[in-house]
């Protein structure tokens, strides 16, 4: 005994902690039979071992080459800036300086939804293009402000404001920043990346088309030139007080509503004109890309000629003055009553910076075929929206939009960042003049139509209603909700709707139990064998070949899967149940899965003894049995069902259990060994795919025999699943190849398919002659257990348990004849 196992036990005695060692099996030794060896390699047969906690702790601690690979993926962009290239440059360049044009206008516009003067909106571009390419592990995404980011971040600066009125804008969607860009940069370090996928596909649906909604809504006022209330206030209610407010004529109308229809307009035709001219279609493209810096162009234009020399007062709004070059660099200011009041706000912004960044970046990445890497984006975005704040920005992540242009744009790494950078510092330091004169009207134009891709088609909810007509109800949920209060509310409320409705099938799920079915692979009207090559014979001809090349399958007793009702599913043996796991098998749904399998088992069974009381108050308050008029039906229905005698456990769902639900299969054991007292039920489980399932089920006294009550001990036959060591490079598979190119050689077979029917159709001669391939499977094999052989009662797959539960059962019955007509001899 090993020094810290005898400390062990001394500390257990000390406690007073009762060791119990493991329940183990001693197999029959006939079972090294199947394990040939030689003098100089005896047969060691496989005794599995349960982990072990210093096991558990090894693999928790990394390595070195883990923490070397672990520190390189944080620079992602050491591995490919050596290979960096003039081609490659020419593709950055020109998608930089096209995403360069369109988010000067976007983030401008962009920064008036954060209740920011326009020019932070260029410090965040600046910002986003300039650090991105350093740390992401995606070419296409475009960092920068965007329209829903931007709202959310609006709505916190006016929420604070309302208490801290000391303190400007700026400086609170600075302080913002670096707060939630630290929680996710935390994260990434973390490398907790995959917990956005907590966030489903309609949660995101719904939040987003509300978003649009909710943006749309909120900038109808500066298209339409009305004024005299705020725009932050619910979307119905904006909408109600914007129809309230229209003017009989608005030079602001007449300049945002032609401008939208521009835009729209644009789009159209140049999409069309792609398909009519395919030559010029990259010329089209980029022309179709510049939509918004054209219409902004042409209106900022008309706004000189008209305003030029009225800017005190102009005919319509316009932008005003935007400040020169980047602001001088200070540290943000956070103290603890601008933390405090950030919390409730936080979850959603983070949430919103994540998600919607992770998602463009996972889509692109599929469509232009390379991975991304969750927890490192976030480690960008995090590192992105800390530093910012030192230059002027606020939060920013990826824009949808903006990546769709630079991935057709034919960008090749994230350096295009460098070159949008680059475009930003310079319209900062030389367009502020021009900025002056762009009209409100026209930036509210290009925000509604930016954000109008947000919302989801009809089509997309159609698609929603085919896989899952219960999500297009949270989707709708979530929409509602973002109208009519606020968009982080509607995210939260489909977040949580989602989140108990698969709680809710966590905990109501019930297993299924299964049937035994023979079937036939057939490819057209033949059966085939292990691969479609293998021709065993014609279907329907019933002939031994084609009988031989049937399987067992388990389905669902009743069809629930979907299978062919006119397929007959019995289960394989009388009192033989087998039961699949749905949902895993865990404490929230052990006791709703286990309760039905006592159920199932008890409606479909009998006591192996009948209840039999002395007295009335002998019999248990809760157990009141039949009615005495229904005794004698009860009798009568119950005398054709068989006793119980297996359960088989389908653990191909289940990947760790728990205390509780162990226990709980514990409880039922007793309860069904109660059930069939004096017998004993054996419980046999297959396909367990963990090993601390394993050893959890083996803690509980599973994976062994029960010793039957009645004192009936029979011989327990062990069934266990072998596999040919060496497999194709076996000398005994290279044996049997050699003999039946030699027989294909010698005969008239000239196809693997005509000598593998007449071989499994032949049988050996009078004299006891065989084929060459007959000797050759003759050739001694090497075998080895796929599971320890200690726990006979864990099975590689359904078949194996179902042959060891029939065999065990017939087993003990011919051991109790055997025994009770011995006694009656004796007697």
Not at 78 to 107: C, E, F, K, M, R
Not at 324 to 347: A, N
Not at 568 to 582: M, T
Not at 616 to 625: E, K
Request: charged share 15%.
């Amino acid at each position: 005994m090993s020094r810290s196992s005898s400390a062990g036990r001394f500390v257990a005695g000390l406690l007073g902690i009762k060791l119990e060692e493991s329940q183990s099996f001693h197999h029959d030794s006939s079972i090294d039979a199947l394990f040939p060896s030689s003098e100089n390699d005896p047969p060691e047969p496989f005794i599995e071992g349960p982990p072990t906690i210093s096991e558990w702790v090894r693999d928790q601690v990394p390595s070195r080459g883990q923490v070397s690979s672990y520190l390189e993926s944080l620079f992602p962009f050491l591995s490919w800036v050596h290979h960096y290239n003039s081609q490659w440059a020419a593709g950055d360049i020109i998608a930089g300086i096209t995403i360069g044009a369109v988010v000067v206008p976007q983030g401008m516009a962009y920064a008036l939804l954060a209740n920011l003067d326009p020019q932070f909106g260029l410090y965040s571009s600046f910002m986003g293009g300039i650090l991105y390419w350093m740390f992401g592990t995606s070419k296409d995404i475009s960092i920068g402000p965007v329209a829903v980011l931007s709202t959310v971040v609006g709505n916190v600066v006016d929420d604070i404001r309302f208490y801290r009125e000391d303190l400007s804008p700026h400086v609170i969607a600075s302080a913002l920043s670096v707060v939630a860009g630290g929680v996710v940069l935390l994260i990434g370090l973390l490398r907790f990346g995959y917990l956005v996928d907590l966030i489903s596909i309609t949660s995101l649906s719904a939040f987003m088309t509300g978003s649009a909604i909710t943006i749309v809504v909120s900038q109808l006022p500066a298209l339409l030139g009305v004024s005299g209330f705020s725009n932050r206030d619910s979307p119905f209610k904006v909408f109600i007080d914007t129809i309230g407010h229209l003017p009989g004529n608005s030079p602001d109308a007449v300049v945002g509503l032609s401008a939208l229809a521009s835009l729209y307009i644009i789009r159209h035709f140049f999409s069309r004109a792609g398909d009519y001219y395919p030559r010029q279609k990259r010329v089209i493209f980029f022309i179709n890309t510049m939509r918004s810096v054209l219409v902004i162009m042409f209106y900022t234009l008309l706004s000189f000629v008209i305003n030029g020399d009225s800017i005190e007062d102009p005919m319509f709004s316009i932008l005003g003055k935007v400040p020169k070059g980047l602001p001088k660099v200070t540290l943000p200011v956070i103290d603890g009553d601008l933390m405090s009041r950030f919390g409730s706000h936080l979850p959603a912004t983070a949430i919103v910076m994540l998600v919607e960044h992770i998602a463009i970046s996972k889509s692109f990445g599929r469509v232009n075929n390379y991975n991304i890497d969750p927890s490192q984006e976030m480690v960008a975005i995090g590192i992105t929206n800390l530093l910012g704040p030192v230059f002027g920005a606020y939060p920013t992540t990826g824009s949808f939009s903006r990546t769709a242009i630079q991935s057709k744009a034919g960008v090749r790494t994230p350096a295009s960042g460098i070159v949008t950078g680059i475009v930003v510092l310079t319209a900062m330091y030389l367009l502020t003049g021009v900025f002056l004169f762009i009209p409100t009207a026209t930036l509210a134009a290009v925000i509604i139509h930016a954000v109008g891709d947000l919302v989801t088609t009809p089509n997309t909810l159609y698609q929603f209603w085919r896989v899952s007509p219960l999500e297009v109800f949270i989707f709708f949920v979530g929409v509602i909700v973002s109208v009519f209060r606020h968009i982080e509310d509607g995210l939260y409320a489909t977040v949580g709707l989602s989140a108990a409705i698969f709680v809710y099938r966590i905990l109501k799920a019930r297993g299924r139990f299964l049937g035994q079915v023979r079937v036939h692979s057939v490819l057209g009207d033949h059966v085939i064998g292990d691969t479609y090559k293998q021709v065993v014979g014609r279907y329907g001809t019933f002939h031994a070949p084609v009988g031989n090349a049937a399987r067992n399958v388990f389905l669902p007793l009743d069809h629930g899967d979907g299978s062919n009702p006119q397929v007959e599913v019995l289960n394989p043996y009388p009192g033989i149940f087998i039961y699949r796991f749905s949902e895993g098998f865990n404490y929230p749904n052990a006791n709703a899965a286990l309760d039905y399998l006592t159920e199932f088992v008890s409606q479909h069974t009998r006591r192996t003894r009948p209840e039999v009381y002395g007295r009335t108050g002998d019999r248990p308050w809760n157990n009141p049995g039949p009615p005495v008029s229904a005794k004698s039906r009860e009798d009568a229905r119950t005398s054709s069902l068989p006793t119980l005698k297996a359960v088989i456990l389908d653990f191909s769902s289940v990947n760790n259990v728990d205390i509780t639900s162990v226990q709980r299969l514990i409880d039922v054991r007793n309860q069904l060994d109660a059930y069939v007292s004096p017998d004993v039920v054996d419980w046999h489980i297959a396909c367990i795919n963990n090993r601390w399932t394993k050893r959890a089920l083996v803690a509980g006294g599973f994976g062994v025999p029960t010793k039957a009550r009645d004192g009936f001990h029979h011989r327990w036959k062990s069934i266990f699943s072998v596999a040919e060591i060496g497999g194709k490079d076996s000398a005994a598979a290279i044996a049997e190849e050699n003999a039946k190119k030699e027989l294909m050689h010698e005969s008239r077979w000239e196809s693997d398919e005509e000598l593998a029917i007449y071989e499994e159709s032949t049988t050996p001669s009078d004299d006891g002659s065989m084929t060459p391939t007959a000797k050759a499977s003759k050739l001694s094999k090497r075998g080895a257990a796929v599971h320890g052989l200690d726990h006979p009662l864990f099975h590689v797959d359904l078949t194996s348990a179902v042959q060891s539960a029939i065999a065990n059962v017939e087993a003990r019955q011919e051991f109790r004849l055997a025994s009770s007509s011995e006694e009656r001899l004796s007697t």
